[in-house]
């Protein structure tokens, strides 16, 4: 997979496809979770510009669960929570790999 990200979107909606929330992972264990609004994305922590290394990544293999309820949102990756965060704003979508 190299160097290549790879991305779970939720909550997405718009003609597009560009509206909503995408959690994205790389083989060498970095992720980061964003946020589109007319496919402009940007980081849902504006804190955390870069992809975060993390050990809960694995190269070849990986489990995800991912949480919507209500406002706030959880994504895991092999057991260990990654993110969690609220938004008010989004209230339906689909998900897409």
Do not use: C
């Amino acid at each position: 997979m190299g160097d290549r990200t790879v991305g779970i979107g939720f909550h997405i909606t718009g003609p597009d496809l560009g509206n909503g929330y995408a959690f994205n992972f790389t083989a060498s264990q970095t992720f980061n979770v964003f946020e589109g609004t007319d496919n402009n994305w940007q980081p849902v922590n504006p804190s955390m510009t870069t992809f975060q290394q993390t050990g809960s990544l694995q190269p070849n293999h990986n489990q995800f669960h991912i949480e919507m309820a209500g406002d706030r949102y959880r994504v895991w990756a092999n057991g260990q929570q990654l993110a969690d965060f609220t938004d008010t704003s989004r209230k339906k979508g689909s998900l897409m790999l």
